[in-house]
T-cell receptor
Framework: NAGVTQTPKFQVLKTGQSMTLQCAQD?????MSWYRQDPGMGLRLIHY???????DQGEVPNGYNVSRSTTEDFPLRLLSAAPSQTSVYFC???????????FGSGTRLTVV | TQLLEQSPQFLSIQEGENLTVYCNSS?????LQWYRQEPGEGPVLLVT?????EVKKLKRLTFQFGDARKDSSLHITAAQTGDTGLYLC???????????FGTGTRLLVSP
């Protein structure tokens, strides 16, 4: 089925470890974003991309890196995991400014 | 940072009741979207409103964009247990690629 695929679904990291959250979409959408969702804080934008080779920071970019080498893929890298990065991470894509986002099913990350 | 405040934060009602969820900001948005999220899943788009005063209906759900494009409301008529979930509003300004999400309203509809 077409959509946004995120892997892994669950992950436990130790403080200081690094990892990459994968995101792929097969809808040929130009716009892709990473959000984190924490209780009582809604969804906060980490990084976003308006096309291959173009990325920019959102509200909470510190501790995260992204790249967009292809239209389909938009991985999120945690450089040195901290307990404050314990959260649910969502990747989303859309085709145009007035179109809604299609979200992946999320990655639940725990940093101990 | 633009803020979108939703109220109420939590709502627990019986099946058949009506309810309204509010989304307010001090900022003007060029468009506003509503999403519903179920446990363990990502948000799913319900509607996009772009014109001040616009009203859109989706079966028992009625969405309204404020005249000044700073606020929106979601009204559910005769709620059903299937309406249970987290409702999120999200707004965007013209020329900006960022979509700002509200804090969410958690709705529980009991039989």
């Amino acid at each position: 089925n077409a959509g946004v695929t995120q892997t892994p679904k669950f992950q436990v990291l130790k403080t200081g470890q690094s990892m990459t959250l994968q995101c792929a979409q097969d809808m040929n959408h130009e716009y892709m974003s990473w959000y984190r969702q924490d209780p009582g804080m809604g969804l906060r934008l980490i990084h976003y991309s308006v096309g291959a080779g173009i990325t920019d920071q959102g509200e909470v970019p510190n501790g995260y890196n992204v790249s967009r080498s292809t239209t389909e893929d938009f991985p999120l890298r945690l450089l040195s995991a901290a307990p404050s990065q314990t959260s649910v991470y969502f990747c989303a894509s859309r085709s145009g400014e007035y179109y809604g986002y299609t979200f992946g099913s999320g990655t639940r990350l725990t940093v101990v | 940072t633009q803020l979108l405040e939703q109220s109420p934060q939590f709502l627990s009602i019986q099946e058949g009741e009506n309810l309204t969820v509010y989304c307010n900001s001090s900022s003007v948005f060029s468009s506003l979207q509503w999403y519903r999220q179920e446990p363990g899943e990502g948000p799913v788009l319900l509607v996009t409103v772009v014109t001040g005063g616009e009203v859109k209906k989706l079966k028992r759900l009625t969405f309204q964009f404020g005249d000044a494009r700073k606020d929106s409301s979601l009204h559910i008529t005769a709620a059903q247990t299937g309406d249970t979930g987290l409702y999120l509003c999200a707004g965007r300004n013209t020329g900006f690629q960022k979509l700002v999400f509200g804090t969410g309203t958690r709705l529980l509809v009991s039989p």
